[in-house]
RNA sequence: GCCGGGAUGGUGAAAUGGCAGACACGCAUGGUUUAGGACCAUGUGCUCGCAAGAGCGUGGAGGUUCAAGUCCUCUUCCCGGCACCA
């Protein structure tokens, strides 16, 4: 076979492209369920700045498994859509004066055609773009049967607001303080607003983690997030008063060293706990309470314990003593039941709180036993002055305590979480709108299945305004009392964007199915997903919501219940700095893939993007890097033009053997950087052949297929094949030896090497030291060979002469 | 403060407890090329040495082991998450 022509990147990319679109080589019939794979990326919110190189290494990856798992013979499902909603489009129209709708648009064609430069292997018949409302038509339905099994509500709270965004957040939207998109400082404001009962998963959302093969760090951070503490509740009545006050807390065995309750501001009895006397210093402190910030109470100093006495006592339910009652605002009021015991001697809060405010301290643990028994003192021990519970250990006190209160009926055991309902509404045009129709005395009812979708309007300029541009749509208004009767309104929040990605996974089996959000039976047989790649920032935000909506579908039969969770495996791509600086255009160090792609080809960039270290772990881009990968391309054509229509030697056979050995473990355990080491190393190797076979160079290019698709195609293609490399079988592994030689050490030096076959015996390895010891070292050695020197002996391996000196 | 994850050449990095630095980038020398570039060959942890070779070497200090980047104890620094969560 004689190939003259160079490595013509741009041609070969530009033939395989359209052949593979022309021959719908990535169609996947979803009802063909045998060895079914779905291999999911998480799908990109289309911005107007296209695709850089950090973009591209996630999908690089799961495109590898997609083709890797084809060759395996896996049913491939390897889908793309776009995440289209949300307020960076709103934000952009705003200041380019076009629809979000045009930039939109304009946004996903850019990205759909850097996407097939890129050569991946998605499967486009299926795509899905959130902001249609064919698809937003079902989001609205996932929110109805939400609302139908009262998981979804409205209620008034005091929420997180981004004044620059005028509009709401979620809880997991603002980090440090700070709106997630904009990073304006969050400030709190009451409303009424739409939930998601994400608290009433809790538990499951807890457990399910063991479970999934996701990385540990990922697993922690939501179950961190989750927050789950076992513990009691306690109550205490309150003296000369039909109230009572139930307190959580995660240490029964301190209720003897109870010295106060504490209150946060907020809770719902303090006007009834507040005496007349004090009455004036309590109104004082709310109000010095309620002119504090956010930010304020993030950055108050941990030992500022400000505080008032309501004037009002409570009953120790075990000692009857008088406590009394505090109001402090390092107690939350959104966490348990918003109040707390204070055990001054234990605890580091209650502590510098008592102490602030001369509250008395009482020891119940022994201080014997303890590593550190400066007050306050945390951590288990033996109990004392507790009566009856004197001398046991923390546990068994804990237990005989909520034992004791049970029977009285003045406490439980009990086990809360740290999660907080998913608010989901938002005050912004971009977006689904939430189905809710109120009668004219406030009442929310469903809209009716047959006037979904709920369309947006389009007759309103999009700006922010602290309520929902869709308020202002005349239009809108109209159309709720024309379908529901005069004085009837829509709800004119939209739905947060997380909703819309929350089930995007279903779709995709089924995207133009106009009757149902999902075709059950495909869900069954694809779901859930056996290999999900994205960035760690959805660690609480996406990948916890999509986990909520899939227990959700399953929990009430709209899924099969075995599906408990989306993902079995997550891999969480490290991002590509520039610079040492994530890449963003306003730090002007964003590496356009298109440039690159234009002048080494989209395989060289693939190969690079994997080459470039570990895939979990971050990576600086180094623009000359690139260029190694280039001349890995550049060698493998040359090597491919030089090869012969022979049997391989057995030499040769197995050095591809070692190679696809080394491969196929790296692969498993997500090391592709090795993997394209491994290749150069056996490339490197093939060249210095004087002959190489031509049908293990075919082998070779089906273990590049995953990462380099075009120029192997190409390459098959020249060596004679019709159809594409893709529907080819990876190679089989065969019986290699592993070792071809023996290192020989005196105290673990390595002294020199000998040829072995691999399973002598430590007997017969001695023989072969003695009859061709290296001249050098020939006495020494032939002196250790004696019985009476130690030895260490690793059959195939090493041995090891152990002398003393 | 609590919970994770790290620290290996000039750089990105390899290394089931078994010859540290594979594979690349960069650099150097030579070849090739009208030139630039590209390509090919050789070398490249540090110190000493013309060399053969010797010594040192995986943030630091100890320990276990015939053998430690890897395991154990302590410690320094960096990154990420949560943060008055009772």
């Known amino acids: 076979m004689v190939m003259i022509e160079p490595y013509d990147h741009s041609e070969i990319e530009k033939k395989w492209r359209e052949n593979w679109q022309k021959d719908q080589t990535y169609t996947t019939d979803l009802t063909k369920n045998e060895k079914a794979f779905y291999c999911l990326d998480m799908f990109p919110y289309p911005s107007g700045e296209g695709l850089h190189v950090g973009h591209w290494r996630g999908y690089v990856m799961s495109d590898f498994y997609a083709r890797y798992q084809r060759l395996q013979g896996k049913n491939v499902f390897h889908p793309m859509g776009f995440d289209a909603f949300g307020l960076p489009a709103e934000n952009a129209a705003i200041k380019s004066e076009t629809h979000p709708k045009e930039f939109t648009q304009r946004a996903i064609k850019t990205f759909t055609a850097q996407l097939s430069q890129m050569g991946a292997s998605y499967d486009w018949s299926k795509k899905i773009v959130t902001s249609d409302p064919e698809y937003y038509r079902w989001t609205q339905w996932l929110f109805l049967q939400l609302f139908k099994h009262s998981l979804a509500e409205k209620r008034k709270s005091l929420v997180n607001w981004c004044p620059k965004d005028q509009t709401v957040l979620a809880n997991e939207q603002v980090i440090d303080g700070c709106c997630e998109r904009c990073g304006t400082v969050v400030t709190k404001k009451e409303l009424d607003q739409w939930y998601f009962k994400t608290t009433a998963m809790a538990e499951e959302l807890y457990g399910g983690l063991d ?27 309150v003296v000369n008063s039909r109230f009572s006050i139930e307190v959580f807390t995660t240490r029964p065995d301190t209720l003897f060293g109870v010295t106060a309750l504490v209150l946060s501001p907020e809770h719902p009895l303090v006007s009834k706990l507040t005496t007349q006397e004090s009455n004036e210093k309590v109104e004082e402190y709310l109000e010095g309470v309620a002119s504090k910030t956010n930010i304020d109470r993030m950055q108050a100093k941990e030992t500022e314990k400000t505080a008032v006495f309501t004037g009002t006592y409570a009953t120790h339910p075990l000692t009857n003593e008088n406590i009394p009652i505090w109001l402090a605002d390092y107690v939350l009021a959104d966490y348990a039941s918003g109040a707390v015991m204070c055990v001054p001697a234990h605890d580091e809060r209650d502590y510098q709180f008592a102490k602030t405010h001369n509250l008395p301290i009482k020891q119940v643990i022994s201080p014997t036993a303890v590593s550190d028994a400066n007050l306050p003192y945390i951590g288990q021990g033996i109990i004392i002055s507790s009566k009856g519970y004197n001398g046991l250990n923390s546990n068994k ?109 279903f779709r995709y089996l089924s995207p133009t199915d106009s009757s149902q959000p999902f075709d059950k039976d495909l869900v069954k ?71 690159l792609v234009e002048h080494y080809g989209a395989d060289t960039l693939r190969g690079y993007e994997l080459f470039i270290g570990p895939m979990d772990v971050e990576a600086e881009w180094n623009p000359q890097g690139v260029n190694g990968i280039h001349r890995f391309l550049i060698k493998l054509w040359k090597v491919s033009q ?79 094949h019709d159809q594409s490399i893709g529907q080819e079988s990876w190679p089989e592994l065969a019986e290699v030896a592993n070792y071809l030689e023996l290192s020989v050490r005196i105290n673990n030096k390595h002294v020199y090497s000998i040829p072995v076959r691999g399973d002598e015996s430590e007997e017969e390895t001695l023989e072969l030291i003695k009859q061709s010891p290296p001249p050098s070292q020939k006495d020494k050695l032939l002196k250790l060979l004696e019985p009476n020197t130690r030895r260490v002996y690793k059959t195939g391996s090493f041995i090891n002469f152990v002398v003393h000196s």
């Not at 999660?419 to 809710?436: E, F, K, M, N, T």
């Not at 760690?536 to 899939?550: D, G, N, W």
């Not at 075995?562 to 079995?568: D, N, Q, R, T």
Request: charged residues 25%; contains cysteine.
């Open 642 to 720: 030089s090869c012969q229509d022979i049997e391989a030697s057995d030499e040769n056979n197995q050095e591809f053997q070692r190679y696809l050995h080394s491969i196929s473990q790296m692969i498993n355990q997500h090391r592709l950087n090795t993997v394209l080491a491994q290749a150069m190393t056996f490339l490197q190797y093939l060249h210095t052949q004087p002959k190489v076979s031509k049908k293990l160079l075919e082998n070779f290019l089906i273990t590049l297929s995953p990462i380099f698709p075009f120029i192997c195609e190409e390459l098959w293609q020249k060596f004679g």
């Open 397 to 505: 006190a804990s237990e005989n305590i909520v034992a004791d209160l049970t029977n009285a009926a003045k406490g439980e055991q009990k086990t809360i979480y740290r999660l907080r309902d998913w608010l989901v509404s938002r005050q912004r045009y971009w977006g689904a709108p939430i189905p809710i129709v109120y009668d004219p005395d406030g009442k929310a009812y469903a809209v009716k299945d047959e006037h979904l979708p709920l369309l947006l309007p389009d007759d309103v300029d999009f700006l922010p305004g602290g309520e929902s541009p869709i308020a202002r749509s005349k239009e809108y208004a109209m159309r709720a009392e024309k379908l529901y009767g005069v004085g009837w309104r829509f709800e004119t929040d939209t739905l947060d964007t997380f909703v819309d990605s929350s089930w995007y996974f």
């Open 211 to 237: 479970g999934v093969k996701w990385p540990e760090r990922v697993k922690t951070l939501q179950r961190n997030w989750i927050g789950k503490s076992k513990g009691a509740n306690v109550k205490f009545s």
């Open 525 to 595: 047989n694809w779901l859930p997903v056996d290999f999900y790649v994205g960035g760690i920032e959805h660690a609480t935000l996406h990948l916890l919501y999509a986990r909520f909506i899939c227990r959700f579908l399953a929990k009430f039969g709209y899924i099969d219940s075995s599906i408990a969770e989306p993902f079995s495996q997550l891999f969480n791509i490290g991002m590509v700095n520039m610079h040492g600086a994530k890449m963003s255009k306003s730090k002007d160090n964003v590496v356009s893939a298109d440039q």
